[in-house]
């Protein structure tokens, strides 16, 4: 059974096409990419139930780290996207090393977008997370929020959190003495109860 999920097989085949007319620019594509990836990733049923346990006893799980990556980059935290998606990808997430990948592609970084790009093909051919299967739980955020992220997507710009889930994300306690890190978000058991909050007091 292949590893390599839906999502990715989406992005991968989507990265190696032609672009849309209005994103001709290399960068501008791979930023179209990432963003349609990210707004992938956060419609998994799963998320929510994966970001609550980024810390479960004493067990680090990427897979709730490629999601608190997903919201850092939708809330503009570009910097602390990028410590938890290399969190992820060294624990073997492909879906994380394809975000890094279109990244870095976007900041017109080919080096370290070609080291990814290897990397997620490479991760993307080992057994994967079971967080990809169904989840009965909640949605880490509404469907509105969700259809309002694919919908700017889809044309070709770039989407952000409602600003009541951003501040969420911007509240997350940091550690800004990383050396080539500034500000790290750390994560809080609390973060998804207050995303949960916040979606129920955006207009929808």
């Not at 349609?36 to 479960?56: G, R, W």
């Amino acid at each position: 059974m292949s590893g390599r999920s839906a999502a990715t097989r989406v992005a991968l085949e989507r990265g190696r096409g032609a672009a849309p007319a209005p994103l001709r620019l290399a960068h501008r594509q791979a930023r179209h990419e990432l963003a349609m990836l990210c707004s992938l990733i956060l419609a998994n049923p799963a998320a929510a139930s994966s970001l609550a346990k980024l810390v479960d006893s004493e067990v680090e799980r990427p897979d709730g780290a490629l999601v608190l990556g997903v919201l850092l980059n939708l809330a503009d935290y570009e910097e602390g996207a990028r410590f938890w998606w290399e969190f992820a990808a060294g624990g073997g997430s492909h879906l994380a090393a394809s975000c890094l990948w279109f990244l870095h592609q976007s900041r017109g970084e080919p080096k370290d977008a070609n080291f990814w790009r290897l990397q997620a093909e490479s991760l993307a051919q080992l057994p994967q997370p079971a967080w990809q299967l169904s989840s009965p739980d909640r949605p880490l955020v509404s469907r509105s929020v969700r259809a309002e992220i694919l919908a700017l997507c889809k044309q070709g710009m770039s989407p952000r959190l409602p600003p009541r889930l951003a501040a969420v994300l911007k509240s997350l306690p940091v550690e800004d003495d990383n050396g080539d890190w500034p500000e790290i978000p750390h994560w809080s058991p609390d973060v998804v109860h207050h995303l949960r909050a916040a979606t129920e007091d955006t207009p929808r």
